[in-house]
């Protein structure tokens, strides 16, 4: 709900940021990737999402996704 209300909040303790949050404590890492890439797709120089977001996928094996992630934080 809280994406429909701000589809282009990309501050780093936004909606987005936020939900990447309660999916880590969830556990489910999946989710929280997929509210970072969203994060990232409209705030690419928030260095900490894209961190967790190339820590999660080096962990689920994703080494070119690694990679591009890596390439954004230069």
Do not use: I
């Amino acid at each position: 709900e809280l994406q429909s209300l701000w589809p282009e909040d990309h501050r780093v303790d936004g909606c987005y940021a936020m939900l990447s949050h309660v999916y880590r404590e969830l556990g489910s890492a999946e989710d929280e990737r997929k509210e970072l890439a969203q994060l990232l797709d409209r705030s690419p120089d928030a260095l900490d999402a894209l961190l967790r977001a190339s820590e999660l996928d080096w962990t689920a094996g994703r080494a070119n996704e690694t990679l591009e992630w890596c390439e954004r934080m230069q």
